[in-house]
């Protein structure tokens, strides 16, 4: 019996947050017909701003998925014990962000119903394409990582499809940060470093995402979240992933300050360009940062509780730094005619206004709930969990 | 004559033939492979064959003709193309123009901006699923028919020349079709010029009296834009990128 | 009680109707407006089987390759089935395209994008229509 179902309270609850989920689902498939019908004039996306919110809940998705795998990589492949526990719900929650995410982005297109085009034509040249094998690849990778983990018959397999998972991941976030990271028109992207810097983003994201699937599920079943050695030192694996992150973040911008032909749009993204400073400064570095750091390592605060809400908050900040990379760096307008100043009825030489719609916003929640409802589902249906009433393995022995 | 040397001669007759039939058609291939490079001047194609890469279609833009506040061009290219002509922030703009003022002399130009038909396309590189394509004769065009509306080409392109079409469309033109969800871009007017025509833009200049864009074929040396292209200083946009444009600029610095 | 028995009586006879009338509509297929001209670049019974695979060939030569004047190409479509009334292939059930489309159960996406009026006036469509044979 699956620990979620051990007790009357526990199916209650897992039942309403399935409907609570169903709920925010229907509601975002009903925004996203809507945008269908409609065309995408009815969102805040336009010549200029061409990816939108629905991109921003997407990419972050996409990019936790791959990181929310480390915990089983650090279990299978580095040869942690202590976490082994841990994988089959890591595996689950990669495949859970993944198809929440490849969800909004496919719903997002301009003609979702011609997704079997793009299962048939493939252009090799282009990273998109590689980044629809891979992200089928890590389905299918997730699906027997996940059976050698819980059939006890294929646990000779899990080291080997775990080193592929690991791999497999990496050569992932590199792909998802090489869509933007290859675009070399865009003063904002055409870096090396975004490759990189996705990877460092994905391990603080995932975890964090993984950490509160983790106390979600436990204390949906009655069980203690977290064994106090492996909570420490998931807690400051969490506090390292963040300052690597940011490690990266200002390489790629002090890169850009060091440049000349940059010094526009870094003074638009750092300091003028509304609201995209505010929302970096505050969004990803006060709140997704900064604060979160202090819950983590403050010896007064640290604590599951003080990781939770740190988790929370690497996560917001998640969406912070998105809407500023994605969004922020679309607003500002290409630089066609250097040693010009331009306009035009296209906007050419002005920075673009996009304020998104409600419907591109459920959308981007409904991501966030298929994600929910796959992860919970999930946890139902396979034996993810510890068994019922039973604590967790203690962190230290090792066979 | 005796009957060795008969049949010597039977069989020399035959290799030759032989040889003759084996060569025939690589020499016939060769001369449809070189049709319109052997000659020096590309030979008109009659609108049933393919566009050959022995062409390559291009635009001389010469800024010193093109005048500020005139649109000409771009009303030119909506009629033809049957687009509404709205310039809200989700509506389609092949052709625009735009104007500049030099930030050191305070000089201003106006110039039309359209899709620059790369050689080196990033659009086409960037596209999932192919739509985006380079013809044989280098003009860049989406196939609507497998675009998924995705929008990275735009994301790509360096001169923001792409739209996406944001609402449904009415008042298409048999020619050119286009519809909600897909990304466009000025398509030189390929309907016109498999036809032996010259795009829109061209013509409109041409008869509201400036003349600032030629057409033509850039491989041809004796066209009208490849003599200009040897003669006078042009540019390409964003030529530090390296995507050989197939439209030129005269009268800004490269 | 009386009503009861006209109710049943109705659909009665709406039921014999209907068992009278469907096969005899099947068999006849779609009303649909006579073509404007001439006589279609494939046998009617293969274009009705396999107009979309002609279609999509020739979409390719035109689209990617620039040929022009394809034997089976949509717009010659439209110029040749239009209706005489508004020039139109959709609007009614008695339109080409639509009143098959829709006696087929089919859907119909071409005129999304394409344009779904004939290029030419009724009289010259014949001329229009035929040039893309030679091929």
Redesign the interface.
């Known amino acids: 019996m699956s620990a979620l179902a051990s007790s009357s309270s526990a199916r209650r609850a897992f039942w309403m947050l399935l409907a609570a989920g169903s709920l925010v689902l229907a509601v975002a498939l009903g925004a996203a017909h809507y945008m269908e019908e409609h065309g995408h004039a009815v969102t805040g996306m336009n010549n200029q701003v061409v990816w939108g919110l629905p991109h921003v809940f997407a990419i972050f998705l996409i990019v936790a998925a791959s990181g929310a795998l480390n915990v089983a990589s650090v279990g299978s492949v580095f040869g942690e014990t202590a976490y082994k526990p841990l994988a089959p719900l890591s595996v689950l929650t990669t495949v859970a962000l993944l198809a929440g995410g490849l969800m909004v982005l496919v719903l997002d297109l301009g003609r979702p119903e011609r997704l079997v085009v793009a299962a048939t034509h493939y252009n090799f040249r282009s990273i998109f394409a590689w980044n629809m094998i891979l992200y089928n690849g890590l389905f299918a990778i997730c699906a027997l990582y996940l059976w050698s983990l819980l059939e006890r018959r294929m646990g000779a397999l899990t080291g080997t499809v775990g080193l592929a998972a690991f791999a497999w991941r990496i050569i992932l976030t590199t792909g998802t940060g090489s869509i933007f990271g290859f675009l070399v028109s865009r003063q904002a992207y055409a870096s090396g470093v975004i490759a990189p810097l996705f990877i460092a983003l994905s391990l603080a994201w995932g975890l964090a995402a993984f950490y509160l699937a983790q106390c979600g599920l436990a204390r949906l079943a009655g069980q203690e979240a977290w064994d106090e050695a492996l909570h420490a030192r998931v807690r400051r694996l969490l506090g390292i992933f963040v300052i690597a992150a940011l490690y990266f973040v200002v390489v790629h911008h002090m890169t850009n300050l060091y440049w000349a032909k940059q010094a526009a749009f870094e003074r638009f993204i750092l300091v003028s360009g509304t609201p995209y400073p505010a929302l970096l400064w505050g969004g990803y570095v006060v709140l997704g940062t900064a604060v979160p750091l202090l819950l983590l390592f403050h010896p007064r605060l640290s604590g599951p509780r003080a990781t939770a809400a740190a988790s929370v908050l690497v996560s917001l900040g998640a969406l912070a730094f998105l809407y500023v990379f994605i969004i922020g760096g679309q607003a500002w307008p290409l630089e066609i005619f250097p040693g010009y100043e331009a306009s035009s009825s296209f906007h050419d030489g002005r920075v673009d206004g996009y304020s998104p719609s409600l419907p591109e916003f459920l959308l981007g929640l409904g991501g966030l709930a298929a994600s929910f409802l796959i992860g919970l589902a999930g946890a139902r249906a396979l034996p993810i969990l510890a068994p019922p009433k039973v604590a967790m393995p203690a962190a230290a022995p090792a066979k | 004559m005796n009957p060795v040397d008969k049949r010597r001669r039977e069989f020399l007759g035959s290799a030759a033939g032989f040889a003759g039939a084996m060569i025939a058609p690589g020499v016939f291939l060769y001369d449809y492979a070189n049709a319109g490079v052997s000659d020096g001047a590309s030979r008109p194609r009659s609108p049933a064959e393919p566009a050959s890469a022995s062409v390559r279609w291009g635009m001389l833009i010469d800024t010193t003709k093109c005048a500020s506040g005139c649109r000409e061009c771009v009303d030119a290219c909506n009629r033809e193309n049957g687009l509404p002509g709205t310039t809200r922030s989700t509506d389609s703009q092949w052709i625009r123009k735009v104007d500049l003022k030099d930030l050191r002399t305070g000089k201003a130009l106006s110039v039309p901006v359209m899709c620059q038909h790369c050689a080196e396309p990033p659009c086409v590189d960037v596209c999932p699923t192919g739509a985006s394509f380079k013809r044989a004769d280098g003009i860049v065009l989406v196939d609507r028919h497998t675009c998924i509306g995705c929008r990275y080409c735009m994301m790509a392109c360096p001169y923001k020349a792409r739209s996406f079409v944001h609402e449904p469309t009415t008042g298409q033109k048999p020619d050119v079709p286009r519809g909600k969800g897909c990304v466009e871009s000025c398509t030189l007017c390929v309907h016109k010029v498999d036809r032996g025509g010259t795009p829109s833009c061209v013509e409109a200049c041409s008869a509201a009296g400036h003349g600032a864009i030629v057409f033509g074929d850039l491989n041809d040396p004796q066209s009208e834009i490849a003599k200009r292209i040897r003669e006078v200083a042009t540019a390409q946009l964003r030529a530090d990128l390296r995507t050989d444009n197939g439209v030129r600029y005269q009268g800004i610095p490269g | 009680m009386k009503a009861g028995f006209v109710r049943g009586a109705l659909v009665a006879a709406l039921l014999l109707a209907g068992s009278a009338a469907g096969p005899a509509a099947l068999a006849a297929g779609p009303t649909l407006d006579p073509a404007r001209s001439g006589p279609c670049v494939e046998d009617p019974k293969v274009m009705r089987r396999s107009h979309m695979d002609f279609l999509k060939h020739d ?1 390719d ?1 035109t ?7 394809v034997k089976h190409s949509l ?1 010659a479509c ?1 110029d040749c089935h239009a209706s005489k009334a508004d020039g139109r292939v959709l609007g009614s059930d008695r339109h080409f395209c639509q009143g098959c489309h829709a006696f087929a159960a089919v859907k119909l996406d071409c005129f ?4 779904s ?1 004939a ?1 030419t006036a009724p009289a010259a469509t014949a001329a229009a229509s035929v040039p ?1 044979a ?2």
Request: hydrophobic share 25%; with cysteine; glycine share 16%.
């Open positions: 979409r030569d689209v990617r390759r620039g040929i022009r004047g717009s439209v999304d994008c394409h344009a009026t290029r893309g030679a091929r």
